[in-house]
């Protein structure tokens, strides 16, 4: 009797873990995601005109994997509070600054190779402005103003590891070359799940700014 209920315990743990695995898609789906405008498509790649936005970011050296997992937690340390929001008084009162304040969460985390470094990077909801925004008490968070680009991009599902990147960055390049396509900056990595949503699940996206004047 005893060896039946340590069983039932097993496939319970077991269904928990994957209608957690399964939900968080829907969870991520809830949160802001940046605003872009889809102008063609072929199966999982698409070229995408993405809406001025603001970002949070910082740069950080490292292995890809390592660099990534810091960035998001000097990302998220901001964005939960360690930053200040100054608000002016009218006349002759001083300014004030009121601390802790959280910013919503939205997805992707961004990871961009520039300079022997990793810049990660979260694109912060669209109420901001570069003027509202609280501002980082952190010298290693930068806030910047990202004008209208576009990007062509693969859509993939499993980890983010170096080979299953490696795998659809090399799909996405033989496409660009095939047609022609201009390039104007390298490879942007976006992941859009947190770590324990099942691999079938999970979101990634490989971005490469083009010449905005591409013939679709």
């Known amino acids: 009797m005893g060896k039946i209920w340590i069983i039932v315990a097993i496939v319970i743990v077991i269904v928990i873990a994957l209608l957690v ?115 980082p008490n952190s010298k290693t968070v930068s806030i910047k103003e990202i004008p209208e680009q576009t990007y062509i991009v693969i859509t993939f599902s499993g980890v983010n590891s170096n080979d299953n990147i490696a795998k659809h960055e090399k799909q996405l390049l033989k496409y660009i070359s095939k047609h022609h396509i201009e390039t104007i900056a390298v490879p942007k990595y976006a992941f859009y799940n947190p770590p324990w949503t099942l691999p079938l699940m999970r979101r990634n996206e490989i971005m490469i700014e083009i010449n905005k004047n591409h013939n679709n």
């Open 21 to 135: 695995g399964i939900m968080a898609g829907p969870i991520m789906s809830n949160v802001e995601h940046p605003e872009y405008q889809v102008t063609s498509s072929v199966g999982n790649i698409e070229i995408r005109q993405y809406n001025p936005m603001l970002i949070a970011q910082v740069d950080v050296p490292g292995e890809r994997k390592d660099a990534i997992n810091q960035g998001f937690r000097l990302l998220a340390d901001y964005i939960f509070g360690n930053n200040t929001v100054e608000k002016k008084i009218k006349m002759t009162a001083p300014v004030q600054q009121q601390s802790n304040t959280k910013i919503a969460m939205t997805a992707p985390v961004q990871q961009q190779e520039s300079n022997g470094s990793w810049q990660i990077s979260f694109v912060m909801p669209s109420e901001y402005t570069m003027d509202s925004l609280p501002k």
